[in-house]
């Protein structure tokens, strides 16, 4: 899923999944053109889907990888089980 929009419903997304806690440069205003992506992957092994998420910060910014690692207190790094993620 890829979610773009303004400055302020990227921060929301970025606050709510409280990224910003665990990422500081998440802090920032998000430049125009920047958005959220948002992968679900399913492997042979449990768990056995997991979501992986980017941010690309400006039209020629490079996509790197987040962990949610303060969600809820049960977050996790960069390959999120889907389980953990949806709650």
């Given at each position: ?8 419903t ?42 992986k998420?980017f ?33």
């Open positions: 899923i890829h979610y773009s929009g303004h400055d302020t990227i921060t929301s997304v970025i606050t709510a999944l409280r990224m910003n806690e665990d990422h500081i440069e998440l802090r920032r205003i998000p430049s125009y053109g920047s958005g959220l992506f948002f992968e679900l992957h399913k492997q042979n092994t449990e768990p056995k889907y997991f979501v998420i941010f690309k910060r400006g039209f020629n910014g490079q996509f790197i990888q987040y962990g949610i690692k303060s969600l809820g207190g049960n977050g996790c790094e960069d390959n999120c089980p889907f389980d953990t993620f949806k709650k």
